[in-house]
């Protein structure tokens, strides 16, 4: 079907295209009219009525991929084997450490002190110049 629209868009334009140019009067054929025939679906009889049992949903389950289980390892029995002993603390318990304050050093040498400008002590004025 579009491709028919196509056709028929692609000869109209060339009828304009030719109606604009004079000396050049070719008239194309109409375009062929190609049918398809509908089919129509043909209705099925039984001459029994079809009962079908319903269809149960039952879930499917997949099972989970299971992994194999990694070996149990018993650190504080690995740990002993290795000569160490496993000490558990607890952070409640253990007394907060102290903040230790250390004494602003001076790093490098000391500022030079400037000698500071004298006072003024004169009213100032304003003076205007020319340009």
Known sequence: MKEEQLREDQRRE?????KEEPGTEETLPPPAR???PLEAPTPVMHA?????????????????KREP?????????????AGLVMIETDRSKAPAPAPVEEPQ?????PRRERPKPPTQDDDLKQVETKR
Not at 14 to 18: D, E, G, N, Q, V
Not at 48 to 64: D, G, I, L, Q, W
């Open 14 to 18: 060339a009828l304009a295209r030719s």
């Open 48 to 64: 029994e009525p079809v009962t079908a049992e319903p269809a149960r949903s039952e879930p499917v389950y997949a099972e989970p």
């Open 69 to 81: 289980q990694q070996p149990r390892i018993d650190p504080k029995a690995l740990l002993e084997s």
């Open 34 to 36: 190609v049918e398809t």
């Open 105 to 109: 050093q001076h790093l490098g040498r």
